[in-house]
């Protein structure tokens, strides 16, 4: 289903507004995952694979296309595939969950910053994509950032990089699977749902499962199925209807609103070397951005 099935126009504006309804939901995520610190990541994790499976089901048998997942589970190759990037996109919630509730929402802010330019750096390096000199420029700085912060300020960004890394690679294999981006979520959360619902029944089974009609927990991590899949839908319509280039430049708007959030309402503090790493990192996505417009 798009937009032109109900009657009108593929057009930019309702792209923008989907694109920007996405990235203002994962822009605030964090306030939901501050809500649920107490509950352990990799439980979290659970439940945002458990309770995605039927928001997605929905959204696929609304737009009919019910046959199509399933001839997409009769082909060994793609389901692979989807294994892989199933086990990515676990590896990045349960980092950025686990981050939220050790109080360093910044750091998964300044890996979605790097995320593009990790982006920009795979595809050079393995589909021999070539660089601009801004880019290329861009990519130097972002390197200088991250090695300044490890020596200088003696900290490893390991949590922001892992973020980044994990969810350009995510990006990089989900571009070669022919399948639509509805259908490859819930194909991943499909695919991870059995071992999710065997740790929901080991968590059950030896008592510590957070999972509780009589204190309302139960609605809370029910609730993290709609908060994951919600912010996808929105992206795919809007990755149809809008330039690459708009689309690459409307991504800082998530990390930009953790970044604020992370220092104003959660409390964090910014050390100088931190505030270093991010300057430098905005000055690299300044060039890069740059570069995006001039290629269109």
Known sequence: MTPTDHGYDRSSTVGFFCALSAYS???????????????????MVVHRTIWSVPVALLVIAVQRRLGELTALFRDFRIVCMMVITALLIAVNWGIYVWAIS?????????????????????????????????????????????????VAGGVFPWVSLSLAISFAV????????????????LMEVVILTPPALAYVAWLS????????????Q????????????????????????????????????????IFLISFTVFGEELDFWQGVTFVMIW??????????????
């Open 102 to 150: 050790v109080n360093i929402a910044s750091e998964t802010a300044l890996g979605y910053y790097i995320n593009p330019l990790i982006t920009v750096m795979l595809g050079y390096v393995f589909l021999k994509e070539r660089l601009t000199r801004l880019q290329a420029i861009a990519v130097a700085i972002a390197f200088a950032a991250v090695l300044l912060r490890t």
């Open 283 to 296: 000055c690299a996505l300044v060039l890069y951005s740059t570069s995006l417009l001039r290629q269109k």
């Open 170 to 185: 995510y990006g990089y294999l989900r571009k070669t699977v022919p399948v639509g981006p509805t259908q490859g979520f």
């Open 218 to 257: 139960a609605w809370l991590l029910m609730l993290a199925g709609p908060v994951t899949a919600t912010p996808l839908i929105f992206y795919a319509f809007g990755a149809k209807l809008l330039r690459l280039s708009t689309l690459g430049l409307m991504q800082y708007i998530a990390p930009s609103l």
């Open 25 to 43: 939901l994962w822009g605030i995520m964090p306030f939901y995952f501050k809500a649920t610190e107490h509950i352990p990541a990799i439980e």
């Open 205 to 216: 089974w030896t008592g510590e499962n957070h999972f509780s009609l009589e204190n309302g």
